[in-house]
């Protein structure tokens, strides 16, 4: 099992998008990008990395799960605030900030990111985009696009991800974000597949 800290940081690195190229892992192979409403992560962005996993879990649990970005805290550790910028259910237009430790790495000192995101597209129970900066003492993504498909299937839902990272400082160290960033994406969706299947 990967410590809270480890999972920290690799979540971190998941905060805005991926790594170089498109990749899944072991068992998971996505033919398609995701998008919702029509609407994926950034073409001409360089840094990309999509996954998905089945949850053994009623579709509408799972998406009150993930869109109660309020609640983020309480079932990803590598989260350590998360609130909404407005009221009201999760819509286009909506704005959310939250924060994550960042460690360091052979290019950037340790820090806390701190993520505004503004809910672009947004179909309810189905899929999910939203974009934003993320920003932190000596580390900075100038805009991440993170779109999240739900599709029922027998026995569950199926949850579908996809994140694109855009910014010159991240895109100078590729290596290092291939070394995190898959697995960050791959905690949060291993966070919420636990929590939902123990609900």
Do not use: N
């Not at 995101?117 to 189905?126: D, E, F, I, K």
């Not at 791959?186 to 299947?197: F, H, I, N």
């Amino acid at each position: 099992m990967i410590g809270t800290r480890l999972r920290s940081a690799l979540l971190t690195f998941s905060v805005a998008a991926g790594l170089a190229g498109t990749a899944a892992p072991a068992g998971a192979t996505p033919a398609t990008a995701v998008s919702c409403r029509g609407v994926g992560i950034d073409p001409a962005a360089q840094l990309h990395y999509r996954t998905e996993t089945l949850i053994k879990a009623p579709a509408a649990a799972v998406w009150k799960l993930h869109t109660d970005v309020g609640g983020w805290p309480a079932w990803q550790p590598a989260v350590t605030s998360a609130r909404r910028l407005d009221a009201g259910p999760l819509r286009p237009g909506s704005r959310f900030r939250w924060t994550t430790p960042a460690p360091p790495t052979p290019t950037t000192p340790a820090t806390t990111l701190v993520i505004t995101s503004t809910v672009g597209q947004l179909q309810p129970g189905r899929c999910v985009r939203w974009t934003g900066p993320a920003i932190g003492d000596g580390l900075r993504i100038d805009r991440g696009v993170h779109v999240w498909t739900f599709t029922p299937v027998r026995g569950g839902v199926l949850v579908r991800t996809e994140e694109s990272w855009a910014g010159e400082q991240i895109e100078t160290d590729p290596a290092t974000a291939i070394r995190y960033l898959a697995a960050g994406l791959d905690a949060w969706l291993a966070d919420l597949k636990t929590t939902a299947e123990a609900r």
